[in-house]
């Protein structure tokens, strides 16, 4: 009997969320609509959500709304609002805050920590002698405002949003223009977009446009909806007519990336049936879905601006009218000649030989060229070749990777059953998550009805204060750039699975005043690296001997390993080998042949040049590792073996392992021992100078009496490369502090 009862709760809760589901609204005003047919979960009986689960999963922190908390008041008068929720929240709980660390580390940490890279010897010497009020905040400006910082900030992103330079699946083929998105994120966190802004123009940046950009930053715009294409794309499912099958997985993937990334929602789990633990429904899935049905790939638009535009169309009519002339002339040789063929050709009749047939046929470019008079020839010649060059000056429009709406074709969105794309069943529209958000949005088309408006829609309410899940989403992903681990450690669930936030007041005020001072990540950053928290030393009493206490007293436990990009970083940096460059096309690393012919893609080239390994001159191999290639079926090995996630989810968080091909990497590898040698060669002088000018290159610090002499005596037996090759294994260059 009970049973019975649930199913049919079951049934008429799915069916009221069809109902106001298929309901969506299009006219001009807000998004949301000023008469809710429902309320919130906690104020209406009727909400589905509430319906679905009889009143349970109501609990959730993160469905509270955000609400800003007054700062404890501390005795000591600590001005910042960070150091005055942790230190009073450890001092409650009797916990003894960490020590402070010493300036070089904290400089050392902070570069390291915005920009990837570490602080020379000289910049932590001006640091350290700094005795000015201000000279942890200068420190700080300075790292926000190199370009390095950029580079760095951006590959925290792209973790989460599974940036990759190739499809994935089988043929894994290279997206000649997907470098762009990722160019556009270094220079959105170099220039300190708002965030709202950051959001709004990876969902709907080309739903900004009102036609042809007519700036960089309307440019960027369309670069942007590169967020929308990056996810994995079954290139070969045409062929076997399964192109409903990669269209779903598409609009999945995309569903379910937008809602971890930037909501900490795990909508995966509810794509197949109701979520287990979370109050979602399978329907909000589809709903959220239903926003991305009118997107296609827009690979042939143009993202020039609108003069650059205007100046090609004019500079190729000329060309085309030289081409035109030219082609004309080459016509008329052609017509002449094959008039006097005619004359001299056999009348045909019925009873005409195949071989009077073939002569009397119109004649090839060659056969007329071969029985024209020298002059002619040469004449035809010469125009040949002009009309070639001039073709090869016509200019063509620069493309993106990036998605626009087709507003006729409109896929319909409805609940799969299980999850499978065959298995269609109830329709639904456009809907944000029915336990806070059960009615329909309003949704202005744009672009004089040449684009839905739905993503639009979507990007406003992702940044809407009546959303509970961006700012403190967002928000926890900076904190765990500084500290390795968010306030919530679980950055992509704040669902029931994941984890509480261990302050949560802290992280409602660092949210509300985020958005209020204008979603400025840079000036979030400068409070919290400025912070006495920020200042304390990592804790650690070794493995498995730390209790909760001793963790929790410190806002950084234990010691930060480097990520694979800024190990391969800091190694050139130290050898003088690092390049800087402004973007561009991906580097490709010379890779070995066992590698390559381990992948049978690479064996299966095309004329398009999409499927093989490309590699860049050495030269210009030794850039920032943004800046490489990072195909989905094929990690570069150094990457792999420091730990760098595949990127065909989305990445909340590194994993970090201390394992023996690190250390092989590091002693044995191609890239170490270049940079060994370079750095070896670099330093002169004898040994006790060599070691003095070696641990303030790779350190930023002088050698003790003990260290110098050690490394003598071990150069009395070892090459000054093994030595560099010594040091860079060490932990403290492979740890941030």
Known sequence: MNRKRSQWVYRIAGLLIVLFAMNTVVADGPEIADEPEFGDAWTDPRNPIRVLFRGERLDLWSLQPIRRPAPPIVSDGMESPTDAFLETAWREAGYEPAPQMDRSAWIQRATLDLTGLRANQEEVDAFVQDASPD??????????????????????????VRYSDSNGFDWDEFRKNAWRYRDWVVRACNADLPFDRFVTMQLAGDELLSGPPRNADEQDCLIATGYLRLGPYDNAAKLFNEQDRARVEVLTDLTETTASAMLGLTMSCCRCHDHKTDPLSQADHYRLRAFFAATRFADDLSIDTLD???????????????????????????????????????????????????QAKPPSDAELM??????????????????????????????????????????PIHVLFQGDHRAARELVEPGFPSVLFPNPPRIETVHEGKSTGRRLALARWICSPENPWTARVAVNRVWQMCFGQGLVVTPNDFGMTGSPPTQP?????????????????????????????????????????????????????????????????????????????????????????????????????????????????????????????????????????????????????????????????LMNGELASQAASSLARSLVGEDKMFVTALFETVFSRRPTPEESDRCREFLERQSRATLVLVLINSNEFAFIP
């Not at 926000?144 to 792209?158: Q, T």
């Open 135 to 160: 000279a942890y905040e200068r420190v700080v400006d300075r790292l926000l405002a190199s370009p390095a910082y950029g580079e760095h900030s951006a590959r925290l992103w792209l973790d989460v």
């Open 308 to 358: 650059v535009q205007q100046a090609r169309e004019s500079h190729n009519r000329r060309i085309q009218a030289e081409i035109d002339e030219r082609n004309k002339a080459i016509e008329s040789l052609r017509e002449q000649e094959n008039k006097r063929k005619q004359v001299d050709a056999p009348k045909l009749s019925e009873e005409s030989t195949t071989e009077e047939l073939a």
């Open 370 to 411: 071969s029985s024209l008079s020298a002059e002619d020839r040469e004449t035809w010649e010469r125009l040949a070749r002009s009309i070639a060059s001039l073709t090869r000056q016509l200019q063509h429009p620069e493309t993106g990777l990036i998605m626009t709406d087709d507003s006729v074709a409109i896929d």
């Open 505 to 665: 007041e802290l992280l409602d005020y660092l949210a509300c005043q985020w958005t209020e001072r204008g979603w400025s990540t840079k000036d979030l950053l400068r409070q919290i690296v400025t912070s006495n928290a920020y200042r304390r030393r990592a804790i650690s009493g070794g493995r498995g001997q730390e209790s909760d206490a001793t963790r929790w007293a410190s806002a950084r436990v234990n010691l930060k390993r480097l990520s694979a990009e800024q190990f391969r970083d800091c190694v050139l940096q130290v050898s003088g080998l690092l390049q800087h460059r402004a973007g561009g096309p991906p580097i490709w690393p010379t890779l070995s042949e066992d590698i390559l012919k381990s992948n049978p893609a690479f064996l299966d080239d095309n004329e398009t040049k999409t499927k093989g390994w490309y590699p860049s001159p050495d030269a210009e191999q030794s850039v920032r590792s943004i800046y490489l290639v990072q195909k989905r079926n094929l990690r570069l090995p150094w990457m792999e073996t420091f730990d760098q996630p595949e990127n065909t989810l989305s990445c909340p968080k590194r994993e970090t392992s201390i394992v023996a091909p690190q250390a092989l990497s």
